[in-house]
């Protein structure tokens, strides 16, 4: 098979999604009698022992030197051997052409070379820069979690209909806020459609950690440790489809609330939506890295739910923040989400550069990338 390191895990998945479980694999790199073989139907120790016989019976007919034209092979420059010559007739014996000796001698060479340059096993793979290896496992895997979250319908109407079922059910409530002075601005479309898109990259992120669970049931995660795939790859790949579903969810809320009067800005839903990502990865690899230092999905579901409501509150997604007595405040200030969602607000209103914009930068930038780093060391432990 030509670039085995990328076929092998087509076919790992292919044989999953048929239910074919897979008690052992293993692969290897063509060796030069391999290819002998499949150029000429003959095996290349078969033609050594051959070629071996004839210039065995040559050299004891008295060929003990080396033709004329076998000396012009000497590469210019370097000094040509001259040993003293044996009278046994078994060494520096280079039988003329035609024979078979000088295919002797360039067989043993190439078998030189490839026990010299033959690489282990456990380092085969697609050739070419370990970068650009990295970003094919990411694709590869990115279009398998896809398919299984396309596949399954229950999720993708329920990933349609619940934040538009937040909008269809809260916004009559806070519509009596709005002329209090507690809601900043006339509508409030504007002011809570951006804590829903903030609230849906924190809940879409907590999926993936329960995904990994069931594949580390079904064995999957096993089928990974013999495949030369990125542990990276394998990490990332099923967050970034999870993270372009949704953004499309997004998408579909942003349209049904224009249609309802929300005031949507494109410069400032282009740097929401890097914000969004950046939440969206951190509660990702960290429900990833939770639910493989649990083991069990049990306990797993126990921390998402004890924090999930705590987080929401204390970001004022639902209600203001503001309020809160003081010290709800204060400790709304460590939670990641509140930076999220003030800055949502104010980028939802056009604006690029306010304080609450480069907060959110500060706290999730150095978050997703000391979470991707613990969660990538915990992975790797797991997998490999």
């Not at 039988?95 to 282990?120: E, I, K, M, Q, S």
Request: proline fraction near 7%.
């Amino acid at each position: 098979v030509d670039d085995g390191g990328t076929a092998l895990p087509q076919l790992i998945r292919l044989l999953d999604a048929n239910g074919i479980a897979i008690r052992s694999i293993s692969m290897s790199e063509p060796t030069l009698d391999d290819v002998f073989l499949r150029q000429t139907g003959r095996s290349l120790r078969d033609e050594t022992a051959g070629e071996e016989t004839a210039g065995g019976a040559a050299g004891a007919a008295g060929d003990a030197i080396a033709p004329a034209d076998d000396q012009d092979r000497t590469p210019p420059g370097r000094p040509r051997h001259r040993g003293p010559a044996r009278s046994d007739g078994q060494a520096r014996r280079l039988p003329a052409r035609g024979v078979g000796g000088a295919g002797g001698l360039v067989t043993a060479r190439r078998a030189r070379g490839r026990h010299r340059g033959r690489r282990p096993r456990e380092q085969a793979g697609p050739q070419g820069p370990g970068g650009t290896k990295t970003l094919l496992d990411i694709g590869l895997l990115f279009r398998r979690c896809a398919r299984q979250l396309l596949r399954n319908p229950i999720w993708v109407i329920m990933g349609f209909s619940t934040p538009i079922l937040y909008l269809a059910l809260f916004t009559p409530l806070l519509r009596q806020l709005a002329g209090t002075g507690i809601l900043p601005g006339a509508s409030v479309l504007n002011y809570f459609l951006p804590g829903i898109l903030s609230l849906l990259a924190f809940a879409s992120g907590l999926g993936p950690g329960f995904s990994v669970l069931f594949e580390l049931k079904a064995g999957v995660i096993e089928r990974f440790r013999v495949t030369p795939a990125s542990r990276l790859a394998i990490l990332l790949g099923p967050i970034l489809a999870t993270l372009a579903m949704m953004f499309a969810f997004d998408a579909v809320l942003v349209a049904v609330g224009a249609g309802f009067g929300f005031s949507w800005h494109g410069a400032g839903l282009l740097v929401l939506a890097v914000l969004l990502g950046l939440l969206m990865i951190v509660m990702a690899t960290f429900s990833v890295a939770t639910a493989l230092a649990t083991k069990d999905i049990t306990s797993f579901a126990s921390i998402v739910s004890g924090i999930n409501l705590p987080v929401i509150l204390l970001a004022g997604v639902l209600l203001p923040i503001s309020l809160g007595p003081a010290w709800m405040r204060t400790l709304a200030h460590f939670n990641p989400l509140f930076y999220l969602v003030q800055a949502s607000r104010v980028l939802a209103g056009g604006t690029l550069t306010g304080p609450a914009v480069w907060q959110a930068f500060a706290v999730l930038v150095p978050l997703c990338v000391a979470v991707l780093a613990w969660a990538t060391s915990v992975f790797r432990r797991a997998v490999g």
